[in-house]
């Protein structure tokens, strides 16, 4: 009997191919953008491991300097004091104009936890040793010229590090002193304390170590909150499927249970249906998901290392996990969907109606107190937003926020064509109208779907271009130098120096040094007092005598991303390496997530450690640009090392919009998504819609009319649900401007608004509309007159 | 392919009223629908005023339906998004022939001045096909065709609508041409045929 029913069951999906196809097809394009987003997620902290793994700064105790490097009298004084310690340099070395991190170690000491290649094999310590064997990824590998040692690749290092012996790193760095020692993790006892050994280090947890773990993280939440956003408006699709196939099928439950079959055999064997369809389905979304996490990772790959300066390989791995994750996620998204609709069957009496009509008409009772929940989701946002606090709360935020007015739009929609309606003069639009505020419930889901989707577009449209237009006017302000210029060695910077006094009206020297600032790690940078600051520098708030004071060297400047996370503001003390400082002004320093400070460059050379940069920026006429690029490179300068403004913009811009590609493609996946649960859903529709829209037929109207209006139906719907869209979309560009932006990235933008791509959204909503329609509409148009009939005689 | 009708011959002059049995599959609906414009018959004539509407477009037969034919069906069909107000009229106003006056004294006349801002799924079945003889005959059609428009009734009702659709329809000077299945009821017509496989006989 089984085996009966259950053919019986599924001979539906025969018959109604188009409900198969939008449950498929929607579940599938859920997974696909979950998973897709996932794999992403794995890959880049996949990468982040294997940063933090190299030399076990995972798990391993290092000392650290508080400026600089630890000189090698530092390494012997902890040596003989008897601590087990493995030093380690770390620079970066030029590799074809491209920078390359390279990391020396000595194997001899390295713990085994923290052995970043594996030189077990034999002779590969004698070449490691001696012939400088070099170990990288494979990317990386293709760029090292033959004229450095050899290379042996390996994937379980990151894109851009190389792993050498001490020996040959000191001689490629040219240096003698390390960045850090790593603690073996088990010490002799009776040790004299650190403290007192090497006073000037700083003792670091292994737990402090994945820096770019804990940076990043913010990025890929915004991407996880996208992929679920993706998701939830594809399981809309599957809800609004899978409730019409259970509805239309009523009346062969009802037959099936009156022939003896059981309850529980009933459920068992929709269930098993669900999950044949979930797996169907998650299987080729995982597939669609590895193919849009292929698409999308090289961008996010350049999205990190612009943004983050974090390494990760553009290619994809296939891991069984995800697979799995990617079906289980599939799984439990059917299982969401469709418990509703197993719930009300597992509830049904054998005697009760089929009412497929009424799964799509819903009371205005039901549109009122859905909108009351809406309108509770939404009064508890307003709540987080003026009292919560972090990253999560803001996500939550963001969700109550769209989830309270995808709930509230049915019943604005009905509101609003209630009062259309008041303005109707013609029988036609008073139908058409009328017709139009029933179908709202049976597309309600598909319309909440199209409203996410279009929320989200407008608010991270409106982020992303009020980031452009700051990010574009602060880099004027920054790039205020016409040419900058990298000398590659002291003598040069100062032969360069020499030969530009009197050509440019000024010459400002970038140098800097790495400090611990407020216990973190960053950069202190020194500058000169110039009127190229005084009159250019983004500050965004300032004592009155801000230049004066900077120049006295009675204080220094902070960027935003370090005011707002010690919450800091001019006047306070700040502890910028050893020293103590107060803050005279803080500036605007986008897509740096590093604090930052600025001191006087004769108080930056007070620190005592050692001042890094090779770089200046001269200031001239625009007219002599070319004549000084002219005499630096004809005084032997490479004109790789010579950059200017413009070029540097447009690179900087460059990795702007790098950094939002992924986010535009995921808008306009999701957008997709909800255009498609539209189509699905008025298809359906199409199919119950007949008995309205015959007696019209029969009164005069023909198919054609009957089918433009059905298209003007669906971009009526879609122009309310747009109108609602767009303060929904504003509020939340003002949630991830001024709440999501500053605790993920730790600046704020001001909002700008842009009418003009509002207009362009709500044509290319409307347009999606009408496209959505035009299937179904043309079904209509060319259906033949018989159907329609048959509604007369009642034969349907 | 079946032959549903075959030789069919019947004229039906204005302000008479003329009733079709038959048994069920006999035809019965079919002819209506041809007759209205609603279908195209592969061949033969079916002649309107001046008009041979098997010679006219899909467009130019729904203009014809707008203007001059009214169609009652046994499902009543009334659209469901309107109420009994908006039904009543709409028909008189896609004809363009909108009357206030006349719709109320139809609504009054066939009962339903107490419903007029109900909706359809509110009302009971007699109540529902008084909305669509109400919705048809506000709009002044020169033929009304009428398919078992009591056959989803009980006896009481269906006399009662019958007599109401009748009285309407002489009031209008149209022509009634009514589908029925009770010998009962087509006897209250002034002529009388009878479909039988396809064909008609007095």
């Known amino acids: 009997m089984k085996r009966a029913a259950f053919s019986a069951l599924i001979s539906h999906w025969r018959k109604h191919p188009i409900q198969l196809v939008s449950l498929l097809l929607g579940l599938a394009l859920a997974t696909a953008l979950w998973s897709g987003v996932q794999a992403i997620n794995a890959e880049a902290r996949a990468s982040y491991d294997r940063a933090a793994g190299i030399l076990g700064q995972d798990e391993l105790q290092r000392l650290e300097p508080r400026t600089g490097t630890i000189p090698l009298a530092d390494y012997i004084a902890i040596r003989r004091a008897g601590w087990l310690v493995s030093p380690v340099m770390d620079g970066f070395i030029n590799l074809n104009g491209s920078r390359v991190r390279l990391i020396g170690i000595d194997p001899l000491t390295t713990p085994p936890q923290s052995a970043p290649v594996d030189l077990s094999g034999d002779g590969d310590l004698q070449s490691f040793v001696r012939n400088g064997l070099f170990f990288a990824h494979p990317d990386t590998a293709a760029q090292i010229p033959s004229t450095l040692p050899p290379v042996r690749t390996t994937e379980t290092l990151t894109p851009g590090i190389i792993i050498a012996d001490l020996s040959t790193a000191a001689d490629l760095l040219q240096t003698d002193s390390f960045a850090r020692l790593i603690l073996a993790p088990e010490q002799p006892i009776n040790l004299p304390p650190l403290s007192d050994v090497a006073p000037d280090l700083l003792l670091v947890a292994p737990e402090e170590g994945n820096d770019i773990a804990r940076l990043t993280d913010s990025f890929h939440l915004n991407l996880t909150a996208f992929g679920l956003l993706s998701f939830g408006v594809g399981l809309f699709i599957v809800h609004a499927a899978i409730g019409l196939a259970f509805e239309q099928r009523r009346p062969l439950f009802r037959t099936l249970r009156a022939l003896g079959l059981r309850k529980s055999t009933l459920l068992g064997l929709l269930a098993t249906e669900l999950f044949a369809l979930a797996l169907i389905a998650g299987t080729l979304g995982v597939a669609l998901g590895y193919l849009v996490a292929a698409a999308l990772l090289p961008d996010v790959a350049a999205t990190l290392r612009g943004l983050y300066g974090a390494q990760v390989s553009g290619a994809l791995t296939l891991n069984p996990a995800w697979w799995l994750s990617g079906l289980a996620i599939a799984l439990l998204g059917t299982a969401v969907a469709g418990a509703q609709s197993l719930w009300r069957t597992a509830h049904l009496p054998i005697l009760a109606p089929a009412q497929p009509r009424a799964w799509a008409i819903a009371s205005l009772k039901s549109l009122k107190r859905q909108a009351l929940g809406g309108a509770g989701l939404i009064a508890l946002a307003t709540l987080l937003a003026i009292y919560g606090s972090g990253l999560t709360t803001g996500f939550i935020l963001l969700g109550c926020l769209l989830v309270g007015a995808a709930l509230t739009l049915p019943l604005f929609l009905h509101f609003a064509l209630n009062l259309a309606s008041k303005f109707s003069r013609t029988a036609l639009s008073d139908w058409t109208l009328a017709d139009t505020r029933q179908q709202v419930p049976g597309l309600s889901l598909a319309l909440m779907a199209l409203l996410l989707a279009m929320a989200a577009n407008i608010g991270v449209g409106t982020m992303v271009s009020s980031f452009r237009v700051t990010f574009t006017g602060w880099l004027d302000q920054r790039l205020a130098a016409q040419l900058y210029v990298t000398a590659r060695d002291e003598t040069e910077a100062a032969d360069l120096a020499n030969l530009l006094d009197g050509q440019v009206d000024a010459i400002l020297p970038i140098r800097y040094i790495e400090a611990s600032i407020e216990s973190a790690p960053g950069q202190i940078y020194g500058i000169i007092d110039d009127v190229t600051y005084r009159e250019n520098w983004p500050l965004i708030a300032a004592d009155p005598d801000v230049w004066d004071l900077l120049a006295a060297g009675e204080g220094a400047l902070i960027n935003e991303q370090l005011s707002l996370r010690e919450n800091l503001a001019p006047g306070d003390p700040v502890t910028l390496g050893r020293a103590e400082f107060t803050v005279l002004g803080v500036y605007s320093d986008y897509g740096n997530p590093r604090g930052e400070a600025i001191l006087s460059l004769a108080q930056l050379r007070a620190q005592g450690a050692p001042v890094q940069g090779l770089n200046f920026a001269l200031r001239l006429p625009e007219a002599r640009v070319n004549e000084v690029t002219d005499l630096l490179t004809s005084a032997g300068l490479p004109a790789r090392n010579i950059r200017d403004q413009a070029a540097i913009k447009a690179f900087s811009l460059d990795v702007f919009e790098r950094t939002f590609t992924v986010t535009g493609a995921l808008n306009a996946l999701t957008l997709g998504v909800a255009a498609l649960a539209l189509l699905t859903s008025l298809l359906t529709l199409s199919t119950m819609r007949l008995p309205q829209l015959a007696p019209v037929w029969a009164m005069g109207l023909t198919r054609a009319k009957l089918a433009r209006l059905e298209l003007l139906r669906a971009v009526i719907l879609a122009a309310l649900t747009a109108l609602i869209a767009l303060p929904v979309g504003l509020a939340l560009a003002w949630v991830l401007l001024a709440i999501v932006n500053v605790e993920a990235f730790g600046w704020r933008l001001p909002m700008t608004l842009f009418p003009r791509d509002w207009i362009g959204l709500f044509i290319a909503a409307l347009i999606a509309a009408a496209l959505s329609a035009a299937w179904p509409a043309r079904r209509l148009a060319t259906r033949p007159a018989a159907d329609l009939i048959k509604v007369f005689a009642h034969e349907r | ?202």
Not at chain 2, 73 to 95: C, G, K, M
Not at chain 2, 165 to 194: E, F, I
């Open chain 2, 1 to 202: 392919m079946q032959t549903v009708l075959r030789d069919v011959s019947l004229s039906l002059e204005a302000g008479k009223s003329l009733a079709l049995t038959g048994e069920s599959g006999s035809g019965k609906s079919t002819l209506l629908t041809l007759v209205a414009g609603l279908d195209a018959p592969d061949s033969g004539a079916i002649r309107f005023q001046n008009h041979d509407l098997t010679q006219m477009d899909d467009a130019a037969r729904a203009d014809l339906r707008r203007g001059e034919i009214g169609v009652i069906f046994q499902q009543f069909n009334l659209i469901p998004s309107l109420d009994v107000a908006a039904n009543i009229a709409f028909h008189a106003r896609l004809a363009g022939r909108a009357d206030g006056e006349w719709c109320s004294e139809l609504a009054h006349h066939l009962g339903l001045a107490d419903h007029l801002t109900r909706y359809p799924e509110q009302l009971s079945g007699g109540q529902q096909q008084r909305v669509a003889i109400a919705r048809t005959l506000a709009a002044r059609p020169k033929l009304v065709l009428a398919d078992e428009p009591t056959g989803n009734l009980d006896e009481d009702s269906s006399d009662t609508v019958l007599d109401l659709l009748m009285s309407g329809v002489r009031d209008t000077g149209a022509a009634l041409l009514m589908v029925t299945h009770s010998l009962r009821q087509a006897k209250k017509l002034d002529r009388r045929l009878h479909l039988s496989h396809g064909q008609v006989s007095p």
